[in-house]
């Protein structure tokens, strides 16, 4: 992908971001009728993707969706 074609990516192409997503965001489901923020991370395809995953378990008010990589060898 040349520079250009990113300058003018409409989003119909799916970018490769496979990876872990660390993610803050209110769920619905939790604390009604308010909904209870909570910060997370999930695994993904694609930003696209885990927006898909939050959509469809009640998660809403996204604050914040940052790609970060995870050094599991330093976890424990």
């Known amino acids: 992908m ?8 409409y989003g119909d192409e799916e970018i490769n971001a496979e990876g872990w997503y660390r993610i ?7 604390n ?3 909904g209870l923020e909570v910060s997370f991370w ?3 395809k694609s930003e696209h993707h885990i927006r ?11 604050k ?3 790609r970060k ?3 599991f060898d330093d976890l424990g």
């Open 2 to 9: 040349n520079i250009m074609s990113k300058f003018f990516d």
């Open 69 to 71: 990589e995870i050094d």
């Open 24 to 30: 803050t965001a209110t769920n619905v489901n939790m």
């Open 32 to 34: 009604k009728p308010d």
């Open 42 to 44: 999930l695994y993904g």
């Open 52 to 62: 898909q995953l939050l959509d469809q378990k009640g998660w809403v008010k996204i």
């Open 64 to 66: 914040s969706m940052e």
